[in-house]
C-alpha cells in the first residue's frame, strides 16, 4: 500500500484535472514551437501547483513533504506530458534559493517563482564538463563590490524561457578547480545572451539553449550562499535530482507497460491477440514484476528523503536500475508494437525517443555503477538490510 495522505489524494485528483485540462492538449502545439508557453507555468502557479515547499510567506503552502513531487512528476508520466518540465522549475532549481539563500534573496525570488511568473533554469554543463565539475571553464571572480562572470553553457533545460539561471563559475581557477560560486543572473543583464534553442532526438517541446556570459556584472546581492562553496552545494543537491529521476522513469515505465498491454490484446497475428502468445507474456511478466518492485525501491527512496537519510548510494542505485528497467520497458514496447511502434502516431514511439536522455541526465548510467561500485569497496560500506 503506498503511504499518500487524504490530502494528497485529493491533490493527485486535482493536479490530473489540471493536466488534462490545460497541459496535454497543447502539448502537440509546443512540440511543434520547440518550446512550452509561459503561460503554462502562470497557470499552474495560480492554482499551486508549481512550487508546494516554500514557507507561506513566500507564497506557498510551507509542506516539504516529497510526495507532493512525487504525485506531480507520476501524473506528468500518466498523461504523457513529461516535456512539460515543471519539476526543473519547483524542485531541482528552486530549493537552491530556499537552501542557500539569504532572507531578501528569497523575498525578492521564490513569490514570482511560486506564481509562475519567473520562471527558473540552471547553468552547470559545459561543452567539455559535464559530469566532471572540476573540468569548467567558465569563471566567476570577485571585483570591488561586484562579480564578474565569463563563459559559456550548454544544453540548459528551460534556457530560453528562464528568468533565473542559477549559474556556477569557478572563484578561484589557478589555485582550487573545485572553488566555485554559484550566483543568480537575471533576463536583461547586460553581456547574458542566449543562444539557439537546440534540436534534440526527444523531448521536443522542453527549451534546451546555449547561454553566453561576456562580462556579465552579478552584483554580491546575487551570489547564493558563501563565495568558493559552489561546488559542494551542487554535490548537495544531486541526491534529490536522482530521486526526481527514478520517479519519473518508473512511472514513466508503467506507462508504457499499460499502452504495450492495451495494444498487444487488440493486435492479431495468425489468427489471434498477440497476447496469447507465451513469449508476450513472459516478456510482459518480467517486466511487470521488475517495475513493481522498483516502484517499492522507489517509495522507500521518498519516505527516507523525507526523513533526511536519502543517501547518495541510494539515490545512485535508484537513478540507475530506474532508468534501465524504463529503458528495456520502451524497447519492448517498440518491439511488441511491430511497425506500429516506429510510427509517431503510436505514443510508444515519442516515448522512446524522449526516454532516451534519462540514462545520461542526473548522471549516466556509468556514473551510477561508479558511484555505487566506489561505495561497496569503501570502509563505510552498508546495504539497506544491514
Not at 61 to 69: A, K, N, P, V
Not at 121 to 126: H, L, Q
Not at 258 to 265: D, G, H, P, Q
Request: overall charge negative; glycine content about 10%.
Amino acid at each position: 500500500m503506498r503511504n499518500f495522505t487524504e490530502e494528497q489524494l485529493m491533490f493527485r485528483d486535482a493536479y490530473r484535472k489540471f493536466i488534462d485540462a490545460e497541459i496535454a492538449p497543447n502539448l502537440e502545439k509546443w512540440r511543434g514551437q520547440g518550446i512550452v508557453d509561459r503561460e503554462a507555468f502562470e497557470k499552474a502557479g495560480a492554482q499551486g501547483f508549481l512550487m508546494i515547499w516554500p514557507d507561506e510567506q513566500y507564497g506557498g503552502l510551507g509542506d516539504r513533504d516529497f510526495r507532493y513531487e512525487q504525485i506531480i512528476i507520476e501524473e506528468s508520466a500518466r498523461a504523457g506530458t513529461g516535456e512539460w518540465f515543471n519539476t526543473l522549475h519547483s524542485r531541482l532549481v528552486g530549493p537552491y534559493i530556499d537552501h542557500f539563500g539569504n532572507d531578501e534573496q528569497k523575498q525578492r525570488w521564490l513569490p514570482g517563482c511560486v506564481e509562475g511568473k519567473k520562471v527558473l533554469a540552471i547553468a552547470m554543463t559545459e561543452p567539455d564538463a559535464g559530469s566532471d565539475l572540476a573540468g569548467m571553464r567558465t569563471t566567476l571572480l570577485e571585483k570591488d563590490d561586484y562579480f564578474v562572470l565569463n563563459g559559456s553553457k550548454t544544453y540548459i533545460s528551460n534556457g530560453i524561457n528562464a528568468d533565473l539561471v542559477i549559474v556556477a563559475g569557478k572563484s578561484d581557477p589557478e589555485n582550487n578547480p573545485h572553488a566555485m560560486t554559484l550566483c543568480v543572473v537575471e533576463r536583461g543583464m547586460e553581456g547574458f545572451e542566449r543562444g539557439r534553442n537546440l534540436d534534440k532526438m526527444g523531448l521536443k517541446a522542453q527549451d534546451t539553449a546555449e547561454l553566453f556570459f561576456n562580462n556579465v556584472k552579478i552584483p554580491k546581492e546575487n551570489i547564493l550562499g558563501k563565495t568558493g562553496h559552489g561546488f559542494f552545494y551542487l554535490m548537495q543537491g544531486l541526491a534529490e535530482e536522482r530521486l526526481i529521476a527514478m520517479v519519473g522513469a518508473t512511472a514513466n515505465a508503467r506507462r508504457a507497460f499499460n499502452l504495450t498491454r492495451e495494444f498487444v490484446m487488440e493486435r492479431k497475428v495468425f489468427g489471434k491477440p498477440l497476447a496469447y502468445m507465451q513469449n508476450t507474456q513472459f516478456k510482459m511478466a518480467e517486466m511487470d514484476a521488475e517495475i513493481d518492485i522498483m516502484q517499492a525501491y522507489v517509495d522507500h527512496c521518498v519516505s527516507e528523503h523525507n526523513e533526511g537519510r536519502l543517501t547518495i548510494n541510494m539515490a545512485a542505485k535508484g537513478k540507475l536500475q530506474s532508468t534501465e528497467i524504463e529503458w528495456r520497458m520502451l524497447d519492448l514496447g517498440v518491439q511488441l508494437h511491430g511497425g506500429s511502434g516506429y510510427m509517431a502516431e503510436y505514443p510508444i514511439c515519442s516515448m522512446f525517443t524522449d526516454a532516451r536522455i534519462n540514462r545520461i541526465l542526473a548522471g549516466s548510467s556509468e556514473i551510477m555503477k561508479f558511484i555505487i561500485g566506489r561505495d561497496i569497496f569503501s570502509d563505510k560500506y552498508t546495504s539497506i538490510l544491514d
